[in-house]
């Protein structure tokens, strides 16, 4: 079982629209939690970081996280086709794993105007 | 604030041959990171320094990688020999520490290798 799971997409969204990516993490002990966005070609960059359940909104996107469901999730409102990357969901495991982190496979985001 | 910065940002080797990677983190940043990213794939740890200690170096292939971060700033990524199957870009990443908010890692541009 992967350690992070995230659907490969391509996930197709139109302009405007609601982007919503999914990740599940299988060490229920995870502490901390990183949506990083990656364009073709270039490295990860950080987007949005949470650490407690519930939602957390930094203007455009809102990460939300489910502890007990072993779920974060990233939604990107009113979607551009600037926003079109791959996403990537990166879980900390926590003191017992030397708090490295852990990443998805990602997920390929494409925004048609 | 200046970003990670990694050299080169491109380096095409033949098999066999040695290849050298350098990384300077953020400014005050105590903790970095190697990673290796395949195509279509995640970034997965090489080795990891907290200031300068290999905290974590159980996923680099000792037999041919190895990793130096002398004074607790920049840092040296080495493989030798190259081998085919080392194709893929090196990212380099930092922050300021371990846990929570101090965890959260910035990238450098990367360097993908190609070995022919």
Redesign the interface.
């Known amino acids: 079982q992967k350690e992070?799971e995230q659907n490969?997409g391509p996930l197709s969204v139109p302009e405007g629209a609601i982007a919503s990516l999914n990740c599940t993490y299988s060490d229920r002990v995870s502490?901390?939690f990183?949506w990083?966005r990656q364009y073709s070609g270039?490295?990860?960059?950080?987007i949005m970081?949470i650490?407690s359940n519930g939602d957390k909104e930094d203007g455009r996107f809102t990460a939300q996280l489910n502890k007990a469901s072993q779920y974060v999730s990233l939604l990107i409102r009113d979607s551009q086709p600037s926003d079109s990357a791959t996403y990537?969901c990166?879980v900390?495991p926590g003191?017992k794993y030397?708090?490295?982190?852990v990443?998805?496979?990602?997920t390929i985001l494409r925004v048609k105007s | 604030e200046a970003g990670v910065v990694q050299s080169p940002r491109y380096k095409i080797i033949e098999k066999k041959q040695p290849v050298a990677f350098w990384c300077n983190p953020i400014s005050g940043h105590n903790t970095l990171?190697w990673y290796l990213q395949n195509l279509?794939?995640?970034?997965?740890?090489l080795i990891?320094y907290e200031n300068e200690e290999a905290?974590?170096d159980s996923q680099l292939p000792k037999d041919r990688f190895s990793a130096e971060r002398l004074k607790g700033v920049d840092s040296t990524l080495k493989i030798q020999p190259a081998e085919l199957g080392d194709s893929a870009?090196y990212?380099c990443a930092s922050s300021l520490g371990?846990?929570?908010?101090n965890?959260?890692?910035?990238?450098?541009?990367?360097t993908r290798l190609t070995v022919l």
């Open positions: 992070v490969s502490q901390s990183f990083y270039k490295s990860p960059e950080l970081s650490y990537l990166a900390n003191r030397g708090n490295k982190l990443f998805g496979a990602g | 990171y279509g794939q995640g970034p997965e740890l990891r905290v974590d870009v990212l371990q846990g929570g908010p965890n959260e890692q910035f990238f450098g541009p990367g």
